[in-house]
């Protein structure tokens, strides 16, 4: 029998984020899947939607306000699909069995980090779980976050695929807007300037780093956000000397960071949080070692393939940095690693665990309704 699934194609629209790659590849590899059929919806009254996709008549901000204290289902609007899939944060009410995606938990523990919209969210997310919707995660971390936050046990856990590979080689020369880079190793970060990156943990750790080795370099890529002005600070306090040997590059488009990451001496990733973490796998693809925290997802994703120590401890992770810029052989040995790591990831994997879910999902309302 082929189920109907109701999905939210909503984060395919407008500037492509973290969610919106795990939306988009995993609405992809779903396409192959013989017994689902995808029904895409958007939430918005001005998204320019593309066929097949159907339109919530609703603002989405209207929405967050509304759901947030009433139940009155969609299903008209959304055709009687078998299952409706929420794919970020958010899924609408209806009679159908409902799944919602929840990448990390860090907005419902910190609502002083989160705009107004995306806490009204997080009061929509809790109603539709307390209703019975089901919650699908992308880290075993996660998982235990949502069974304490949201109290409920209709959780799983469903990893995402790697980011795909690119076919096209890297340049030697570096994209435009990128500085001279050359003049020795460099350690990459690619992070928005946000408190859940912990960034003026990084930048205290490279303080250390930069008084054991003189010419290794930081390179801080990522849009300004809720941190910019503390990791400004952290950056103010730092030796002139070693504060100039950070390059901030401001937001970058794909060809700058492949060409980052093909020329980094190794991507650092101190997170607090984190749901899954393309940014690991994508290092982990161009052959580049991890040394990252132990925050969220990050143990899960990385494997043996990283350094790992706990986010805020800035003198571990300065050791660590130091461990992987002066010795070839730990290089060496987490580049090995890191190609065997990938191979735990599968978009083809990822979309018949969903479909499976899909699955249980309609049995229990059939079984219900018997």
């Given at each position: 029998?082929t189920?109907?699934?109701?999905?939210?194609?909503?984060?395919?629209?407008?500037?492509?984020?973290?969610?919106?790659?795990?939306v988009?590849?995993?609405?992809d590899?779903?396409?192959?899947?013989?017994?689902?059929?995808?029904?895409?919806?958007?939430?918005?009254?001005?998204?320019?939607?593309?066929?097949?996709?159907?339109?919530?008549?609703?603002?989405?901000?209207?929405a967050?306000?509304?759901?947030?204290h009433t139940?009155?289902?969609?299903?008209?609007?959304?055709g009687?699909?078998?299952?409706?899939?929420g794919?970020?944060?958010?899924?609408?009410?209806?009679?159908?069995?409902?799944?919602v995606s929840?990448?990390?938990c860090w907005?419902?523990?910190?609502?002083?980090?989160?705009?107004?919209?995306?806490?009204?969210?997080?009061?929509v997310?809790?109603?539709?779980?307390?209703?019975?919707a089901?919650?699908?995660?992308?880290?075993d971390?996660t998982?235990?976050?949502?069974?304490?936050?949201?109290?409920?046990?209709r959780?799983?856990?469903?990893?995402?695929?790697?980011?795909?590979?690119?076919?096209a080689?890297?340049?030697?020369?570096?994209?435009?807007?990128?500085?001279?880079?050359?003049?020795?190793?460099?350690i990459?970060?690619?992070?928005?300037?946000e408190?859940?990156?912990?960034?003026p943990?990084?930048?205290?750790a490279?303080?250390?780093?930069g008084?054991?080795?003189?010419?290794?370099?930081?390179?801080?890529?990522?849009?300004?956000?809720?941190?910019?002005?503390?990791?400004e600070?952290?950056?103010?306090?730092?030796?002139?000397?070693?504060a100039?040997?950070?390059?901030?590059?401001?937001?970058?488009?794909?060809?700058?960071k492949?060409?980052?990451?093909?020329?980094?001496?190794?991507?650092?990733?101190?997170?607090?949080d984190?749901?899954?973490?393309?940014?690991i796998?994508?290092?982990?693809?161009q052959?580049?070692?991890v040394?990252?925290?132990?925050?969220?997802?990050?143990?899960?994703v990385?494997?043996?393939a990283?350094l790992?120590s706990?986010?805020?401890d800035?003198?571990?992770?300065?050791?660590?940095?130091?461990?992987?810029?002066?010795?070839?052989?730990?290089?060496?040995?987490?580049?090995?690693?890191?190609?065997?790591?990938?191979q735990r990831?599968?978009?083809?994997?990822?979309?018949?665990?969903?479909?499976?879910?899909y699955?249980r999902?309609?049995e229990?309302?059939?079984?219900?309704?018997?």
């Amino acid at each position: 029998m082929t189920l109907t699934v109701a999905i939210d194609a909503g984060p395919l629209h407008g500037a492509r984020t973290g969610v919106g790659n795990a939306v988009a590849w995993s609405l992809d590899a779903l396409r192959e899947l013989d017994d689902v059929e995808l029904a895409p919806y958007v939430i918005s009254a001005r998204a320019r939607t593309r066929r097949p996709e159907r339109r919530l008549p609703i603002p989405a901000s209207a929405a967050l306000r509304l759901w947030a204290h009433t139940s009155a289902p969609v299903d008209r609007w959304l055709g009687h699909p078998d299952v409706v899939h929420g794919t970020n944060y958010l899924v609408p009410p209806t009679r159908c069995p409902r799944l919602v995606s929840v990448y990390d938990c860090w907005f419902l523990e910190h609502p002083e980090d989160a705009v107004l919209d995306v806490r009204r969210a997080g009061v929509v997310l809790r109603r539709a779980v307390a209703e019975g919707a089901h919650v699908v995660t992308s880290s075993d971390a996660t998982t235990r976050r949502v069974r304490e936050l949201l109290d409920t046990e209709r959780v799983d856990t469903v990893l995402l695929g790697p980011p795909p590979a690119p076919l096209a080689p890297v340049p030697d020369v570096a994209p435009p807007g990128l500085p001279e880079l050359t003049a020795g190793p460099f350690i990459l970060s690619l992070a928005t300037f946000e408190r859940r990156k912990n960034l003026p943990t990084l930048v205290a750790a490279f303080a250390r780093l930069g008084r054991e080795h003189p010419s290794v370099r930081l390179v801080m890529a990522g849009a300004l956000g809720n941190d910019a002005s503390a990791v400004e600070r952290a950056i103010n306090r730092l030796d002139p000397v070693i504060a100039e040997r950070i390059v901030r590059t401001g937001p970058i488009g794909d060809d700058a960071k492949r060409w980052l990451l093909a020329h980094a001496r190794t991507l650092v990733y101190p997170s607090l949080d984190e749901g899954f973490g393309f940014p690991i796998l994508e290092a982990q693809q161009q052959g580049v070692p991890v040394v990252a925290s132990t925050g969220g997802s990050i143990p899960q994703v990385a494997g043996p393939a990283a350094l790992l120590s706990p986010p805020l401890d800035a003198e571990a992770l300065a050791a660590n940095l130091y461990w992987i810029v002066t010795s070839d052989d730990m290089h060496a040995k987490l580049v090995r690693r890191g190609r065997a790591n990938l191979q735990r990831f599968s978009w083809a994997d990822t979309a018949r665990r969903l479909g499976d879910l899909y699955g249980r999902l309609a049995e229990d309302r059939v079984g219900a309704v018997g």
